[in-house]
């Protein structure tokens, strides 16, 4: 398989030899599922927006409310286990934050996914699977932009519970706070 500028992806990597690989490329994003090297396609202005959103209210969200916890934007990577690794498209995980240097975060609480065409198959079913691998990870969110809505997978006491938002907001504890559909969708169309 051949990623951007026809760079071939290497195949059988464990995560630390795909974040060693990664970090040298010049472009693209990538993600490591059962040690095969995955391109992420370009994205539509739309899931652009709607990442860029969420990530701005989780920041906003957190801020004053005393929460030792930091927002990060897409471009960081959640390691599964060894052969495995995604890069949600926004997170949040409790402080203090990585070195500057760092390729991941290794305790995130929530992670969030954009949905598009070509990912909403792995989105549901690999990395729901995977994400609650990660013994920290209480909350993973599944943004719809197309249907305004958000699939809200929560680490239950015995299994993962799930529920759709299409209104309102949603109360995510941990880590205590509020994310209203509104700012992550923009304003309702008419």
């Known amino acids: 398989m051949l990623g951007p500028m026809n760079v071939a992806l290497p195949k ?14 010049g472009e693209g994003k990538y ?11 370009t994205q539509q202005w739309g899931h652009a927006k709607v990442k860029a959103r969420v990530f701005k209210a989780l920041e ?6 005393g929460l030792q916890f930091f927002a990060a934007p897409d471009g960081m990577t959640v390691r599964i286990n060894n052969r495995m690794a995604f890069e949600p498209d926004a997170l949040v995980a409790p402080l203090p934050e990585p070195a500057d240097d760092s390729l991941e975060i290794p305790n995130p609480v929530i992670v969030v996914e954009v949905l598009s065409p070509s990912t909403a198959r792995i ?8 994400y609650f691998e990660v013994e920290s990870v209480q909350h993973y969110l599944i943004l719809d932009p197309e249907d305004r809505t958000v699939t809200h997978h929560k680490r239950g006491a015995t299994a993962i519970e799930t529920r759709v938002v299409s209104e309102g907001s949603l109360s995510l504890n941990p880590p205590g706070l509020e994310l209203r559909l509104a700012d992550i969708f923009g304003a309702a169309r008419a």
């Open 60 to 65: 906003r969200a957190l801020e004053g409310r």
């Open 123 to 130: 989105d549901a079913t690999t990395k729901l699977r995977g």
């Open 31 to 41: 993600e490591l599922v059962d040690g095969v090297v995955i391109m992420q396609q």
């Open 12 to 25: 059988s990597l464990n995560v630390d030899q795909f974040l060693a690989w990664a970090a040298r490329q």
